[in-house]
């Protein structure tokens, strides 16, 4: 399906981006950076607010965990909806609740002793509304560039988003610091508004309307036929529960208990950190340039290295060291990232790229509530060593398994297809209509 030329390209504002940057695609980036920027340092005050309410730790894993429970309870619906009805509908309306959510929570904390329950509420609202989010999103964004173009659209596309998150959070650690955790949560909520408001002028005129389904259970069933049928998808779905998982543990639970014990306190700790984000930068600026032809077979020997700050914490090695292996370990998952896009943008039907993008997302953080409540046992069991060490192993063999795949071994990059009348095909002045990888952004 084509479109008239839009005369705007001709501008020299147009010039100054690829001729493949379309509108929508350069819209869901600029609203991706805006809500990466306030929602990392949203992470962080939500945190502080709970310790400065007079909270402890254990509080504070209430809190993160009343935020990540709405993820495994509502992603699969979110996909089924997201492909029943207009995507950037779906990303609207889950941009207003999370602004809604924001903005309550920093009204509380501002007004001063806000309790528990109130903050564990208006987190899982937030959670509830990253759950409709990401699938619709990651559709979008699938569906925005052509086949010819994807790898580099995805690796700038994660660039620009992971280096907003680098960006947020060291603005938000500043900020809670000069004004206090509230605010930083007014911004967050005023980020989520400017959001979606980007979005609502998606340009979706051109889009093939999807036929009516047989009702949300039916979609849910031809979304999992997606998934059970592509040995490659499920047995990778399968692999980063794990992974995302013990990583998760490692980094949320141990490592801030080596940092006070062995490194030195949380700097040096936040320190690698911003290494590991650094890392996804320059794995994502490799992708720009870098179209391996094996996708899975390379992208899965690059999650290999995600055992490394597991085994570095376990030693533990020197602060320049683990920040060396973070930073290793941040480029390698990138280039798994960009793959893994590519990968599903080349292989599911475009009707039915959010509800597999939800399973994919629900099979990821499906056992993290797991693996950090866990944490904690394991290391009165194994010790912080041996449970780091373990961590480590499970990353390894986790990832071994998944080589035994010959779809993960043998999958390759096609040549893309001639145009066709879909929401993949580009229109004159670029392409027509976005965590994907792990990290979880509420939007």
Aim: hydrophobic share 55%; glycine share 12%.
């Amino acid at each position: 399906m084509s479109s008239p030329p839009d005369v705007s390209s001709r501008t020299p504002a147009r010039r100054r981006r690829p001729a493949w940057a379309g509108r929508n695609y350069t819209l869901l980036t600029g609203a991706a950076v805006v809500t990466n920027l306030g929602s990392h340092g949203a992470l962080i005050a939500a945190a502080f607010a709970v310790l400065e309410a007079g909270g402890s730790g254990a509080d504070v894993g209430l809190v993160a965990a009343a935020r990540t429970l709405p993820l495994v309870l509502f992603l699969l619906i979110g996909g089924a909806l997201a492909d029943r009805l207009p995507r950037h509908h779906v990303m609207v309306a889950a941009n207003a609740l999370n602004c809604l959510s924001q903005t309550a929570f920093a009204v509380l904390v501002l007004a001063g002793e806000p309790q528990l329950w109130q903050m564990m509420l208006l987190t899982a609202l937030c959670g509830t509304g990253t759950a409709f989010f990401n699938p619709a999103a990651e559709g979008m964004l699938l569906s925005t560039v052509s086949g010819e173009h994807s790898n580099r659209a995805f690796a700038l596309f994660r660039m620009a988003m992971n280096g907003a998150g680098i960006g947020g959070a060291a603005l938000g650690g500043a900020m809670i610091a000069a004004i206090g955790p509230g605010w930083v949560l007014a911004v967050d909520a005023a980020a989520f508004a400017v959001a979606g408001a980007l979005r609502a002028f998606l340009d979706v005129g051109h889009t093939t309307e999807r036929a009516p389904g047989g009702g949300l259970l039916a979609d849910l069933r031809e979304g999992w036929v997606e998934v059970r049928t592509r040995p490659w998808l499920w047995s990778i779905v399968l692999q980063f529960s794990v992974v995302v998982a013990v990583v998760g543990a490692a980094e949320a639970v141990y490592g801030p208990l080596v940092a006070r014990d062995r490194l030195g306190g949380p700097a040096p700790w936040g320190l690698a950190l911003a290494c590991f984000g650094a890392g996804t930068i320059a794995g994502a600026v490799l992708m720009v340039v870098w179209k391996p032809r094996r996708l899975l077979l390379v992208g899965t020997l690059c999650v290999f290295p995600l055992a490394l700050p597991s085994a570095g914490l376990a030693v533990p090695l020197p602060v320049w060291a683990l920040c060396t292996v973070m930073f290793v370990s941040g480029t390698a998952i990138e280039v798994f990232g960009v793959n893994w896009m590519t990968t599903m943008h080349q292989e599911i039907p475009e009707e039915k790229f959010s509800r597999v993008s939800a399973y994919d997302w629900f099979g990821s953080v499906s056992m993290l509530p797991l693996a950090t409540a866990l944490a904690g046992p394991a290391e009165s069991v194994f010790g912080r060593t041996g449970a780091l060490w373990g961590c480590a192993a499970l990353v390894v063999l986790a990832t071994a398994l998944v080589l035994l795949i010959p779809d993960v071994r043998r999958l390759t990059r096609r040549p893309p297809a001639g145009p066709v009348a879909s929401a993949a095909t580009p229109l004159p002045s670029g392409p027509v209509e976005q965590h994907g990888s792990r990290p979880l952004t509420p939007g």
